[in-house]
């Protein structure tokens, strides 16, 4: 009759249908909400370069905590700006600093909430570095030293997944030695795996106080062209005993998260950055796109590569469009 017998265009004819065989699904229970935790109390301060992002003090990050777990979300992400800096980045793994008294007031205040922390030394020590600076270079083996303090005082206050994301050679293996030496055996580690030395950092540099002071980070963390050695990366993470594998950022490395579902059978995170955020937030602002649309298409598309968990700065609207499965 000069027609198909097969018109795809019959399950789009509505929004139901649509709904019915849709092959991706995303909900607030695959979001977690990164946040910036400071000195001081009642501090909630715009950050100038992450539009409708704050630095807080942990009495307002545990309210700003709790204002995520009613919209779905299962869990923050904790990043700290301490009130000192200096070599070695000490005040990352002190017992009053500003993650561990967040990771506090957050679990008495919000108990069922996931409370996870970003362990690394960049925005503790004066060269903004990853790790322990020696002869212009970064020491690999004792800075893992120094990161499994950090994560050890993070467990110790009460967080539930710790998450190095410094990219040294053997850190996972250290932390979670660490962990299990001080029976933190519930202790989840949560791996910055494929970690790409990327442009898409700069917003949250700037936020994080935590740029380096010299030089830049390529001799750590991964060149933008490679794939494989991000497989080997997240290989070496597994067996040394994350027990969730990360790859940063997302949007632009969408190949390498659909390449690590396919071979890893552990859940993979992925990191949708301070730049991919802004991008959408001033195209927006600009009247080049719908925010919403936009936000809710490229979240659906690193859900679709294959990511288990989004670590994303629109969780709480995203959460309070879609809701919870």
């Known amino acids: 009759?000069?027609?198909?017998?097969?018109?795809?265009?019959?399950?789009r004819a509505g929004d139901t249908s649509r709904r019915l065989v849709r092959e991706t699904a995303l909900s607030a229970d695959d979001l977690v909400l990164p946040l910036f935790a400071c000195a001081g109390d009642g501090v909630s301060k715009p950050i100038e370069t992450m539009e409708g992002c704050f630095h807080f003090?942990?009495?307002?990050?545990?309210?700003?905590?709790?204002e995520a777990a009613d919209l779905g979300i299962p869990a923050v992400l904790l990043f700290g700006l301490p009130e000192r800096k200096?070599?070695?980045?000490?005040?990352?793994?002190?017992?009053d600093g500003v993650v561990q008294d967040a990771v506090r007031r957050i679990k008495?205040?919000?108990?069922?909430?996931?409370?996870?922390?970003?362990?690394?030394?960049?925005?503790?020590?004066?060269s903004g570095h990853c790790g322990l600076v020696k002869d212009g270079q970064i020491d690999n083996d004792p800075t893992c030293r120094l990161l499994s303090k950090v994560a050890l005082s993070h467990a110790q206050?009460?967080?539930?997944?710790v998450a190095p994301s410094d990219m040294m050679d053997g850190r996972v293996e250290a932390v979670r030695q660490c962990l299990e030496q001080n029976d933190f055996h519930n202790t989840a580690v949560m791996a910055y795996s494929a970690k790409y030395a990327s442009a898409f950092?700069?917003?949250?540099?700037?936020?994080?106080?935590?740029?380096?002071?010299f030089g830049?980070?390529?001799?750590?963390?991964?060149?933008?062209?490679?794939v494989r050695e991000a497989m080997r990366e997240i290989a070496l993470d597994i067996k040394e005993g994350a027990d969730i594998v990360m790859v940063k950022p997302a949007l632009c490395y969408l190949d390498v998260i659909r390449l690590a579902r396919e071979r890893f059978d552990v859940p993979l995170a992925a990191y949708s950055v301070s730049g991919e955020y802004m991008m959408i937030k001033a195209a927006a602002k600009a009247g080049c796109l719908d925010a919403d649309a936009a936000m809710l298409e490229a979240l659906g598309s690193i859900k679709r590569a294959g990511a288990d968990i989004i670590i994303t700065y629109f969780a709480k609207r995203a959460a309070a469009l879609i809701g919870r499965k």
Request: hydrophobic share 40%; proline share 8%; aromatic share 8%.
């Open 108 to 126: 008495k205040q919000v108990p069922g909430l996931l409370v996870a922390t970003d362990v690394c030394l960049c925005a503790y020590t004066e």
């Open 57 to 66: 003090s942990p009495d307002r990050v545990a309210a700003e905590a709790a």
């Open 216 to 226: 830049d980070r390529r001799s750590y963390q991964m060149d933008p062209a490679n």
């Open 157 to 161: 206050a009460g967080a539930d997944i």
């Open 201 to 213: 950092y700069g917003p949250f540099r700037e936020a994080a106080d935590s740029a380096p002071a």
């Open 1 to 11: 009759m000069g027609f198909p017998l097969t018109r795809l265009r019959r399950l």
């Open 86 to 95: 200096d070599e070695s980045g000490s005040a990352a793994w002190a017992e």
